[in-house]
């Protein structure tokens, strides 16, 4: 079992900077992937990012490419979303999610933890 729980949100402007956090519980959080999602209101929850179980790998939606940076620190079970450059439609909340599968994945799907989320908000 792995409890996640989000961090780091608030409002802003455009253009400003905000890094979210997730801490996660349980002594196999190394082994997992996770990857971060967000849902604005009324649509359907959207892939962000995702970083593989040694953080070699890293995997963006295009539309955050470039401004957002997906890390881990597998010794704190923390994951973290550096979001730059940010921008009016990169409001939503944001989840955390954790794969026991390891390599990342894109497909919500295939997550088997989430979060409770984290509110970002950004005005123009």
């Known amino acids: 079992q792995v409890q996640l729980v989000e961090s780091g949100g608030g409002l802003l402007q455009a253009g400003g900077s905000l890094r979210l956090s997730c801490a996660a519980s349980g002594r196999t959080f190394s082994s997992y992937a996770m990857g971060w999602f967000r849902q604005a209101p009324g649509k359907e929850r959207d892939f962000v990012a995702a970083i593989s179980w040694s953080g070699g790998s890293t995997y963006y939606a295009d539309s955050v490419k470039g401004r957002f940076t997906i890390s881990r620190d597998n010794a704190k079970n923390t994951v973290y979303l550096q979001m730059n450059s940010l921008k009016p439609e990169d409001t939503a909340v944001y989840y955390c999610?954790?794969?026991?599968?390891?390599?990342?994945?894109?497909?919500?799907?295939?997550?088997?933890?989430w979060g409770q989320g984290t509110q970002v908000t950004v005005s123009s």
């Open positions: 999610a954790a794969d026991r599968r390891g390599w990342g994945t894109r497909a919500s799907g295939e997550y088997e933890y």
